[in-house]
């Protein structure tokens, strides 16, 4: 009896089995991958998502920012879905905006932006000294040594807590720039922190809002990616 005469007169039998056999390869397959893909989302969970929660309930530095970077550079991130992926890349942006912040150095920028308010308010020209190019100015800048204002801002904010000691501090600024109008620009008296407070000065100024944004925005980010599904199950494990 050939092949396909013993074929035939199995055919119920034969067909059942062939079909239990690729049936039973589909499984297989479909199991396979199953494990495959929980595997490479445990793998996932271990290597990157976990830090990252971890390294979140840090704050915000410059060396916290670098240790995101190289865990997102990690193979498994390869693992995570386009939703995941996106959350990661804005948590990434918007840490990079805050990890290089410094309460003193954003502070002492805030007071170096009200010296140049103030100056302009008395009619005194910010930025004074031509800059030249081809025998032509190009444009207007400060004065060459105006820069090591904001250092000494610095130095006055550490050696006085505007918080703790206001009016120390207040005057400390004060003879900074009087110092400073009256070496590179005039030697007109200007009142300072006659129309502000020391205090409104620092907590109202453009440059604080914009650090303001800058953390609610990492907030918000930070919200984003800690609500995904597999950061969940971090936290709550």
Known sequence: MGFKEWFDTNWYSNCFTMITVVLSGIVSLIISAVYYHKGNRNNLKMSVIYPIVRLLKDGYTRQNYNSLCEI??????????????????????????????????????????????KLKKNQIEVKPVPMEYDGEIVYYDYPPDLHYLSNDLEKALKNFDPDCEPDECKDAIISLYSHYCKE?????????????????????????EEWDNKFDAVKDAKEQFLTLKIAKEITTE
């Open 184 to 208: 590179y620009y005039s030697s007109k008296e200007i009142e300072y922190f006659d129309d502000y407070t020391l205090q409104e000065v620092l907590e109202k100024s453009k440059i604080r």
């Open 72 to 117: 997102s550079k990690e193979y498994s991130t390869r693992y995570m879905s386009k939703n995941e992926a996106k959350k990661l890349m804005l948590l990434l942006v918007a840490y990079k905006e805050v990890s290089t912040y410094s309460d003193i150095y954003v502070k002492a920028a805030i007071l170096f932006s009200y010296f140049e308010y």
